[in-house]
């Protein structure tokens, strides 16, 4: 297919996607960025909701693409949650709780990150629930940095219920290389819009001098008032008074598409995901329907990533459906403008992923490599083999490969680990490739002598990789074990890895199915036999002749009788099925991987999941996204998950 060109230049700095805002954005951070390119745009921010997990999609996927020529730049933002101060806001909430009706809702809310509810943050907020929006992007890496601490940060404490929160007192300490706007209907301006449109416009405009005021105070001229162009008549109220503020304190103005799906036509398959995040919820948001849009203009507004040349149409087209006018070179120049900010006061950078493991581990006054051998001759000789030359050999060899490859200090890290087990009586003996590391066993890591029992270095680790060495350390309690190197390292030192669970087949046919309407019975004929159906058929296919084989998602829409049935039945739940399969629906954590580097929160945007801090990103069998940005895994698994 060929680029699309646009006249006018434009670069979106107000996206969201499904990696980091699920049941409201659609589509992974690279189909994004695909479409955008095509679309002839070459830059594209991702703004997710109060979080960033969708940053690692982004860097691989424009190195991928700078590989195959296309020279695109990746933009790294947040669309922030803010109250004015989290210290008032809590207040708010002790004061809530102190009501024993309400300190019961309350109860059963704490610690769950909730799925952004668009038109909750487009009214007047309950404050226990309040939150307005604010975009963030990165203007180098130390704007990436902070706005890392500002998303660890208000997930963290009394910012986080529910809701991450920043407050201007957080704002005020983390806002360097940062630019920042006031976001959409839900944003800091219509807050101060729809806290005081009862009262008039004079109302509105005096809270937003406040705003602008403050803002200006944190940000200076890095403060951008924001428009966006829908029908919905009350946007077209809110960008008067952001022009007004734009005339009254010459901040400049943006345009943005607030983008959250890939492609023009996949906004039905993104209204569908928006109702399967609330479908088995007893309370369901008022905008919940038990029927699709007929088309996008019944929504009202398109949402995917628009070119310049789009973001002028849609101007003029709701411009003139709402009844309101506008400047046009204002609004043409709040467009242009995006291009001027992507490409002349962004940096072109990629995310530092210089490899980060504690320093502690390194005694004072020696060099990593130093340390490890030294930590070797001594366990050597605790076994008494210091004097036999095939475990001296042995020991150069591995230690010369450690230190070459730059693996010191991450051995260092596994001795430090298994001390801490070891002195609690958690290790258990060790298995897998590691076992064949006479390093790690002089080191107390395994308790398996890798020369009497033959078995190789070279199958853990090999002077030719690239990869970090995987030891997977098994401990009877590792939840235990966690606990004890959090509580002597810090939380933000220690911290879970991240697992995101998708949409899958037979969970998808029984949504989409209840939401149509299909019985039960029906629905669930093919769902409790399709996999059944297809196994001996894919392993034909694939020459299997014994034992246990899952088939692939294509494979049971192949081979499944039931499902081809019942899908040539139902059309419409066979084009959701294939859309919606594999879109983000939770996030969990791995059975026993954690990260360990001094003040992680600086380094990588933390989140909150069921009260727990954990990593933005995960690093499983399909989805390696640690070790890219600099990140090692260490596997402490309990001995019952095996």
């Known amino acids: 297919m060929e680029r699309s060109v646009s006249k006018i230049p434009f670069v979106g700095l107000h996206a969201h996607s499904v990696a980091g805002s699920p049941f409201d954005g659609f589509g992974y951070p690279q189909e994004h960025m695909d479409f955008a390119w095509q679309n002839g745009m070459s830059a594209l921010a991702l703004t997710d909701h109060g979080n960033m997990n969708g940053l690692s999609y982004q860097v691989l996927h424009a190195k991928k693409m700078k590989a195959q020529g296309q020279d695109f730049k990746p933009i790294f933002g947040v669309e922030a949650y803010f109250v004015p101060s989290v210290e008032k806001w ?67 404490g009394d910012n986080f219920y529910r809701y991450p929160r920043v407050d201007y007192e957080l704002l005020k300490k983390h806002n360097e290389g940062i630019i920042a706007s006031s976001a959409c209907l839900g944003g ?34 890095r403060w951008y008032g924001e428009l966006q162009w829908n029908n919905v008549p009350e946007q077209h109220k809110l960008n008067q008074f952001v022009i007004k503020m734009h005339e009254e304190y010459g901040i400049e103005l943006i345009s943005t598409a607030d983008s959250h799906y890939p492609s023009p036509q996949a906004w039905v398959d993104r209204e569908l995901y928006k109702r399967l995040g609330f479908i088995n919820r007893p309370n369901k948001p008022e905008w919940m329907t038990t029927e699709l849009p007929d088309g996008v203009d019944e929504i009202g507004y398109e949402l995917y990533p628009k070119n310049g040349d789009q973001m002028w149409e849609s101007y003029k087209k709701y411009s003139e459906e709402c009844g309101v006018s506008y400047d046009d070179e204002l609004v043409k120049d709040s467009i242009v403008k995006t291009h001027w900010i992507a490409f002349d006061r962004i940096e072109d950078f990629m995310p530092d992923d210089e490899v980060r493991l504690p320093s502690f581990v390194v005694p004072e006054g020696q060099t990593a490599t130093q340390a490890l051998t030294l930590a070797c001759i001594k366990g050597i000789r605790e076994f008494g083999l210091e004097e036999q030359e095939e475990y001296i050999n042995r020991l150069k060899h591995e230690l010369e490969i450690i230190d070459d490859r730059g693996f010191s200090k991450y051995f260092l890290t ?193 989140i909150n999941s069921g ?29 019952s998950t095996l």
């Open 414 to 606: 596994m001795k430090a680990i298994s001390d801490k087990a070891n002195d609690n009586m958690l290790s258990g003996p060790g298995r897998g490739s590691a076992a064949g590391s006479l390093v790690a066993y002089v080191l107390g890591i395994t308790q398996v002598d890798p020369i009497k029992y033959g078995l190789l270095f070279s199958r853990f680790l090999r002077a030719d990789a690239t990869d970090y060495p995987d030891i997977d350390y098994d401990v009877s309690d590792a939840f235990g074990l966690k606990e004890i190197l959090a509580e002597e390292w810090g939380d933000t030192t220690v911290v879970p890895i991240s697992n995101y669970n998708t949409l899958q087949l037979r969970s998808l046919i029984k949504d989409i199915g209840k939401f149509y309407g299909v019985p039960f019975t029906e629905v669930n004929s093919v769902t409790s036999k399709m996999v059944k159906e297809a196994t001996p058929k894919a392993k034909d296919k694939h020459g299997i002749k014994a034992g246990m084989y899952v088939p692939t998602f294509e494979e049971v829409m192949e081979f499944s009788d039931s499902l081809r049935n019942f899908l040539q039945k139902y059309p419409k739940i066979k084009n959701h099925v294939e859309a919606l399969y594999g879109q983000v629906r939770s996030v969990s954590r791995h059975a026993g991987g954690v990260v360990i580097g001094e003040d992680l929160d600086k380094y990588m945007p933390l």
């Open 90 to 156: 809590k207040e708010a909430y002790e004061q809530a709780k102190s009501d024993k009706k309400a300190a019961r809702q309350l109860e059963k809310q704490d610690g769950k990150m909730a799925a952004e509810d668009e038109t909750a943050s487009k009214r007047k907020n309950n404050i226990i629930r309040a939150r307005r929006h604010m975009v963030m992007v990165a203007m180098n890496q130390t704007g990436l940095n902070n706005i890392y601490k500002l998303v660890s940060s208000s997930h963290q």
């Open 611 to 639: 009260g727990v801090i954990q990593t933005p990103w995960s690093e499983g069998q399909n989805v390696r996204h640690l070790e890219p940005l600099g990140f090692i895994k260490f596997d402490l698994l309990g001995l």
């Open 188 to 221: 800091i301006y219509a807050g101060d819009y729809w806290d005081n449109r009862e009262e008039g416009p004079e109302a509105i405009l005096t809270a937003m001098r406040s705003t602008t005021e403050k803002m200006i105070d944190v940000f200076g001229d």
